[in-house]
DNA sequence: AATGCGATGCCTTAT
DNA sequence: GCATCGCATT
């Protein structure tokens, strides 16, 4: 009896062929975490491979973790040196060794959407170009499939020919990777393709990669676009043992660069190539798996399978149409309490998704009133936010000075009277010496005209100076309370009173809790590169956490290689889903990519699954009628129930104003389910200046040197629920302490910042 | 330099 | 419906 003998015919072929090119053909649910996980413990432990040459690529950390984890279990040692990794972090960490090679320093920092946007519109006032006829984004879209297609500004220029938008946007990408380069900085596609132009230009250090990666797999393969395509191929060019799984059904990422023919021509380009399908589901039921097949079967164009099951017929597929989206909203969280309530799972075992992010409010409205847990997974990324950018920004300034786009954030935040007008200035006198812009500031003598802003700089750049050698002695997270005391970030915050601010510090504090989360989790030594790295590559789905029992909110891009029992798609709608923008553009193409969609959505289901769909809906501050979406109108009659109409009258809308939730809640997500309205904090007392955070006293903590909380004791956080007390350990400045939390599982957090409150 | 106001424009999807 | 931006005010 092995491991191997669970496995299906096709799947054992899979995990046996390990020589030369594979491609497997996975549909959904056919099982090919596991035949991945299985391949790795095979060629460990029956070809004698070394776990060191071996790479698995995942597109998100989420599905790494969790391949580790199986890999972990299965094989019996070596298995934690497997790499498995994200394409981008697999990219960062060779960056982090050779980037040097292509003119660039070890400690470069990672720009996301946010600062790409900061950073073009600044490129646009200098090229002089209006954004509101050119667009940030749309420049960057353009840099972007540029950067994928491997085109250089010199080449884009090129390819412009005579075209004159094309040679304005060429100057706009040349002046863009000027600054890039000047900061020290990369942005998501150039970890790709800085990568794919070191291995180009330098063979022998692709020839060392080669040789530690001797067999390569990748995941999704159907979603890499050209630079992860020619990544792969120039790794795997030596020995081409590569072994890539995807299933063109579940592409859906074309409008971020997926190449769908990456795994349509594999077998063209790799000749030798193998090629085995699995198509039997182990996922779902009969029902749930002939609705999905009669969606997709309107696609043309894919290669040619179709998925069997030998699970039971199952549930009919349920539908309603609702007058309303609030109607929809408060049907389907009714339902999932109902069914809840009659023994029909737990709240983890439900999932509702949705096309765009801004549909989670409504749910997310009802789960606060009926008191679900619930989870939204998505929308604005924490790391995102305002006041966690204003303290990355800081971190990045000590870490790599030469980011003019983190220096010039934080050079007034908090506000220390320094305005636009010295800020201009230091810029100019910066760019005329060719200098950055933290450089300019610390030779403040040689720019001309700040007279009265120079002592407001000094002491910016003392500030700065200061945390710089502080980061020698400290950990990250003292450096960072460090910087929050020493700048008074959360003292502006709480001095502002609003129920916004008192938001802020509680994500503050929740970055804090991240940082020692690192700390504490980090696998070599925890340093602020590696930390700020960790930061710019999370995604929101990697805080998954299939233990703590709530309902999941997520767009269906999120869901994919996900599932659940009970599956909810709402927003059935034509002009929603799907999007108004693929109906109108009349190209059958991107209409396919919705289709797939919408198979990956009902894909998700296992045991039962549920579409709504509402007839009008608040789109924009706009009241929009939509019909029932065409997808629904592929799937059999016989495979659905129902379809009848519920609809709830006006008397919805009165509701929404009163209701004190609204105000309570901007925009911020994730909330406490077990608390939302006990928002009161124990902040109020804290105002005197220049409290420092030794003395709990300021923070909440009434006894000096003493927490009102024991080990043992339960306790609330205003976050993560009740808990209990596992230990308190005193550390330099603070108490540490760490608690096992009923809904959330097991958090360390600093006493000062964690404000627990004990219940009897 | 900071604040406050009205106009504007935008959201599909995300590593 | 909401955030962002430019402008005018103090």
């Known amino acids: 009896m092995s491991i191997y003998d669970s496995l299906n015919e ?38 004698g491979v070394n776990p060191w040459n071996i790479l698995a690529i995942t597109f998100t950390n989420k599905a790494a973790g969790e391949m580790r984890e199986r890999v972990d279990k299965l094989v019996e040692y070596g298995a934690e040196n497997v790499w498995v990794s994200t394409f981008h972090s697999l990219c960062v960490r060779i960056l982090r060794r050779e980037i040097e090679y292509i003119g660039y320093d070890r400690n470069f920092t990672i720009y996301d959407a946010d600062d790409q946007k900061t950073l073009m519109k600044d490129v646009c006032r200098q090229v002089g170009i209006d954004t509101k006829v050119y667009k940030e984004r749309m420049l960057l879209s353009v840099i972007s499939s540029a950067k994928d297609e491997m085109l250089t500004p010199d080449l884009f220029e090129k390819q412009a020919g005579g075209d004159f938008n094309q040679l304005k946007i060429a100057k706009v990408y ?26 180009e230009t330098q063979p022998e250090i692709l020839n060392k990669y080669q040789e530690r990666f001797r067999y390569i797999m990748v995941d999704e393969y159907q979603d890499t676009n050209n630079v992860q395509f020619r990544l792969v191929s120039l790794l795997a060019g030596k020995y081409e043992n590569l072994c890539v799984v995807g299933d063109d059904d579940q592409s859906i990422y074309k409008f971020r660069g997926a190449n769908i023919k990456n795994i349509l021509n594999f077998e063209q380009v790799f000749p030798n190539a193998r090629v085995i399908k699995l198509e039997q589901n182990y996922r779902s039921t009969k029902t749930i798996l002939d609705a999905a097949n009669a969606v997709i079967r309107h696609n043309l164009g894919r290669k040619d399978k179709t998925l069997w099951t030998e699970n039971e017929e199952g549930e009919k597929i349920h539908f309603s149409q609702f007058d309303t989206a609030y109607d929809e909203a408060e049907f389907v969280v009714g339902d999932i309490k109902k069914r809840v309530g009659s023994g ?14 801004a549909q989670s409010r409504l749910f997310e409205e009802k789960f606060v009133t009926a008191g679900i847990p619930y989870k939204i997974v998505g929308g604005v990324n924490f790391y995102a936010r305002r006041e966690i950018k204003d303290l990355l920004a800081y971190l990045k300034t000590i870490d790599n000075g030469r980011d003019d786009l983190a220096v010039r954030r934080i050079i007034n935040v908090p506000k220390r009277g320094i305005g636009l007008t010295t800020i201009n200035r230091v810029q100019e006198s910066a760019q005329a010496r060719d200098i950055g812009f933290y450089e300019a500031l610390q030779g403040l003598d040689l720019i001309p005209n700040i007279g009265r802003g120079a002592s407001k700089l000094e002491s910016f750049v003392a500030l700065i100076e200061h945390f710089k050698l502080r980061v020698e002695e400290l950990s990250i997270s003292d450096l960072l309370k460090e910087i929050i005391e020493e700048t008074g970030y959360i003292e502006v915050l709480e001095a502002e009173g609003k129920e916004e601010a008192e938001a802020r510090i509680e994500n503050i504090d929740e970055l804090i809790t991240k940082v020692v989360d690192y700390e504490d989790s980090c696998e070599e030594e925890p340093t602020l590169s ?46 929603l889903f799907p999007s108004y923008m693929t109906i109108t553009a009349d190209s059958p193409e991107e209409l396919e990519e919705e289709r797939r969609l919408c198979y990956v959505g009902i894909t998700r289901a296992m ?61 911020f997500q994730a909330k ?20 420092g955070f030794q003395k709990g006293k300021a923070f909440g903590t009434p006894k000096s040197g003493g927490l009102d909380y024991k080990e043992g004791d339960r306790v609330r956080h205003i976050k993560f629920g009740e808990g209990t007390v596992q230990s308190i350990v005193e550390g330099g400045r603070d108490y540490e302490v760490t608690v096992e939390f009923d809904q959330v599982g097991r958090k360390k957090m600093f006493a000062a910042f964690a404000k627990l409150k004990k219940v009897q």
């Open 344 to 357: 029909m799972g737990t709240y983890q075992d439900y999932a509702i998704l949705y096309r765009t992010n």
């Open 530 to 575: 590696g930390f700020l790295e960790e930061v710019a590559l999370v995604a929101d789905l990697d805080s998954l956490d299939e233990n703590a029992d709530y309902v999941v909110l997520m767009t269906l891009h999120s869901a994919k290689g996900l599932e659940f029992p009970y599956v909810y798609l709402a927003g059935m709608e034509d002009g």
């Open 174 to 199: 040349r002046e863009y990777e000027k600054q890039l380069h000047a900061n020290n900085a990369l942005d998501f596609d150039d970890l790709l393709l800085k990568t794919v132009q070191l291995f």
């Open 10 to 47: 096709q799947q054992r072929e899979a995990v046996f062929h390990t020589e030369g090119p594979l491609l497997i053909l996975a549909g959904a649910g056919s099982g090919k975490t596991r035949v991945l996980t299985h391949r790795v413990a095979y060629l460990i432990e029956e070809m």
């Open 607 to 667: 045991k039962d699954l549920t579409m709504t769909c509402a007839q009008r809906r608040m789109v924009r501050g706009e009241t929009q009628y939509n019909k029932t979406s065409r997808f629904l109108k592929e799937i059999p009659s016989e495979l659905l129930s129902s379809g009848q109409k519920v609809g709830l009258f006006e008397k919805k809308q009165e509701e929404k104003k009163e209701n004190p939730y609204f105000q309570a809640k901007k925009a």
């Open 672 to 691: 406490p389910f077990s608390g939302a309205s006990s928002y009161k904090s124990p902040y109020n007392s804290y105002g005197a200046g220049g409290v």
